[in-house]
């Protein structure tokens, strides 16, 4: 059976005649792409008990769920994260990618949030004894550490989110820093914080589709 498909006259082949359907981002969220882990991003992320991770190699591309209690993804420090790799099937689909090409992206979910967060970098593993120790989990401790050095951090709005239905009725768990925080710390001030976040709901509406 001949599985090749149609040509489309309106096929999207080129940057530039993708930047002729879409208007340029406004010029704040270029600038909330931060290059470290500041207070409200340790905060978003120690709230987290799932993020995908997004790898690449020989193979192609693969994004893998990751899970476990809230704040089971540690920052060692501002420009370091630390994923242990948890019992799973074996496939170390990620794991061979990250040895093959270390560039990685990760997005954290915390449950009743609509925000997300995102994080680019380059990832290692390691098997260091004594940071394994550090990661246990009912009496076991993960086979390997991902370690990411972080290089672009940044907030994604909650349109996807709210759209998607995925939190409806769960409230949104206390201390998780919102939007306008986030925001703000990763614009060095440039957004201020309680504005951005009381004129949220309305914006969401009005942008949604």
Same mark, same amino acid.
């Given at each position: %059976?001949?599985?090749?498909?149609?040509?489309?006259?309106?096929?999207?082949?080129?940057? &530039?005649?993708?930047?002729?359907?879409?208007? &340029?981002?406004?010029? !704040?969220?270029?600038?909330k792409v931060?290059?470290?882990? &500041?207070?409200?991003?340790? $905060?978003?992320i120690?709230?987290?008990?799932?993020?995908?991770?997004?790898?690449?190699?020989?193979?192609?591309?693969?994004?893998?769920?990751?899970?476990?209690?809230?704040?089971?993804?540690?920052?060692?420090?501002?420009? /370091?994260?630390?994923?242990?790799?948890?019992?799973?099937?074996? !496939?170390?689909?990620?794991?061979?990618?990250?040895?093959?090409?270390p560039?990685?992206?990760?997005?954290?979910?915390?449950?009743g949030?609509?925000e997300? *967060? !995102?994080?680019n970098?380059? $990832?290692?593993?390691? $098997?260091?004894p004594? *940071?394994?120790?550090?990661?246990?989990?009912?009496? @076991?401790?993960? /086979?390997? %550490?991902?370690?990411?050095?972080v290089?672009?951090?940044?907030?994604?709005?909650a @349109?996807?989110t709210?759209?998607?239905?995925?939190? $409806?009725?769960q409230?949104?768990?206390?201390?998780?820093?919102?939007?306008?925080?986030?925001?703000?710390?990763?614009t060095?001030g440039?957004? &201020?914080?309680?504005?951005?976040?009381?004129?949220?709901?309305?914006?969401? *509406?009005?942008? %949604?589709?």
């Amino acid at each position: %059976m001949d599985s090749t498909l149609p040509a489309d006259p309106f096929a999207v082949t080129s940057l &530039e005649a993708l930047g002729r359907l879409y208007p &340029e981002p406004q010029p !704040r969220v270029l600038a909330k792409v931060h290059p470290r882990l &500041e207070a409200t991003a340790r $905060a978003f992320i120690a709230a987290s008990p799932y993020c995908l991770l997004a790898t690449h190699g020989p193979q192609g591309v693969h994004c893998t769920p990751r899970g476990d209690a809230a704040g089971f993804v540690v920052a060692l420090d501002d420009h /370091t994260l630390a994923l242990p790799d948890r019992r799973g099937n074996n !496939r170390l689909d990620a794991l061979r990618d990250i040895i093959a090409q270390p560039e990685v992206a990760l997005l954290f979910l915390v449950p009743g949030v609509g925000e997300t *967060l !995102r994080i680019n970098g380059l $990832a290692r593993l390691t $098997a260091d004894p004594a *940071l394994l120790a550090r990661f246990p989990a009912q009496g @076991k401790l993960p /086979t390997t %550490m991902v370690l990411v050095q972080v290089r672009e951090v940044y907030m994604q709005c909650a @349109k996807a989110t709210v759209r998607s239905v995925l939190w $409806a009725g769960q409230p949104r768990p206390p201390g998780v820093p919102t939007a306008g925080q986030l925001l703000a710390a990763h614009t060095n001030g440039q957004v &201020e914080a309680a504005s951005y976040d009381a004129e949220a709901p309305q914006r969401l *509406l009005d942008t %949604m589709y």
